[in-house]
């Protein structure tokens, strides 16, 4: 997704005007529409035209509208998403009040305007714009003398570095040319590692090559990093795994290898949260009125909250959720899940009692 232009005044009204440019960039838009919400994009109107002679016609024509919007439909096998709503802004074509549906293209912009941007909406923004927040694998492909560092999207793959240094053959009797330009070579690779590739978001760095060239980079890699008491690079040793490519160029590296972590992760934190339920019940709540206690009590390790509920279209109810976010948000990790729930960092054994006793007081 690309971000064209943002207004966001103090009150947090304003509008935002983005371009789609992957598929999955029909989602993320999906998640930032709702119900009353201003949305300004080109589209296609079949309008009625009548002849001198009084003889009526029709044609398809492309113009700009503005709807409120009342409906939104999301295909996500075919990815497609339609917005009906009623015109806003008055046309040549269509008159003020009159219902359209827009379906929003890729690689061409819309408008969005609300009349409160709240921060979950504006996290999605920056999370759909920036392709390096949802790069959570890095590969360097490499061969002697060239090496590709990539970063993997769910929906693409980004080059950020590439690195080619000349490597003289091998001399009988002399290889001190060709060991220096290796190391040069070496060294460089590293430097590009530590330049475009964010450790708090990577959870896996692929070190991928024909032959030993992996091999020999890696041993290199880290005796330079004990060497130069690199803490970055020791304390992420566990993240680079060695497998084979064809060669050095970047898209010589099999697809199934660039699999991204971020499914994976949103499983596992459902698992821990069954398993916390099982073994320790008294560290896994679910239910928005248990979550929010146990948010006031700062005891939220891991939220999990699904989607659909910033999609509500309650104004009250959508609030809700956000200012949960909102409250653990430094404490604790997001994650998708259907409804509500949370892992605890301590038991509150309690709270249930609690929230009985006084429902039986009101009673």
């Known amino acids: 997704m690309k971000l064209i ?4 005044e103090k009150d947090n009204a304003g509008q935002v005007t983005l371009v789609p440019e992957e598929a999955e960039d029909m989602w993320h838009t999906y998640n930032l529409l709702q119900v009353g919400d201003s949305l300004r994009a080109s589209t296609i109107r079949k309008v009625q035209t009548e002849s001198t002679t009084g003889s009526v016609g029709s044609s398809r024509v492309r113009t700009t509208l503005t709807i409120c919007v009342e409906t939104i439909d999301f295909d996500s096998h075919a990815c497609q998403l339609r917005v009906k709503g009623t015109n806003i802004v008055e046309n040549q074509y269509v008159k003020m009040g009159a219902y359209h549906t827009i379906e929003l293209e890729l690689n061409r912009k819309f408008t969005l305007a609300k009349k409160c941007w709240d921060s979950v909406v504006l996290d999605r923004i920056d999370q759909a714009c920036d392709a390096a927040q949802k790069a959570d694998v890095a590969a360097v492909v490499m061969q002697e003398g060239l090496a590709n560092l990539v970063l993997v999207t769910p929906a693409m793959t980004l080059l950020r570095a590439k690195v080619e240094v000349t490597i003289p053959r091998k001399r009988r009797g002399s290889c001190t040319q060709h060991e220096k330009a290796l190391e040069r070579f070496y060294e460089a690779v590293m430097q590009a590692i530590l330049r475009h590739i964010n450790f708090d978001v990577v959870k896996c760095i692929l070190v991928a090559s024909p032959g030993f060239v992996k091999d020999q980079f890696i041993t290199y890699l880290f005796k330079e990093a004990v060497r130069q008491d690199n803490k970055l690079l020791l304390e992420n040793r566990p993240k680079f795994m060695l497998v084979h490519s064809s060669s050095g160029h970047k898209y010589s590296l099999k697809g199934r290898s660039c699999l991204t972590l971020r499914a994976a992760g949103e499983v596992k934190a459902l698992e821990d949260f069954y398993k916390m339920l099982q073994h320790e019940p008294d560290r896994a709540f679910y239910g928005v009125a248990h979550v929010e206690k146990a948010a ?41 899940l259907s409804g509500v729930a949370a892992i605890l960092r301590f038991p509150i054994a309690d709270l249930s009692e609690a929230e009985d006793e006084s429902s039986s007081d009101d009673d």
């Open 5 to 8: 232009h943002k207004d966001i």
């Open 296 to 336: 006031d009590a700062l005891a939220i390790d891991t939220l999990l909250i699904s989607d659909k509920l910033f999609r509500h279209q309650d104004v009250p109810t959508r609030s809700r959720y956000v200012r949960l976010v909102d409250n653990v948000r430094d404490n604790g990790e997001l994650t998708q």
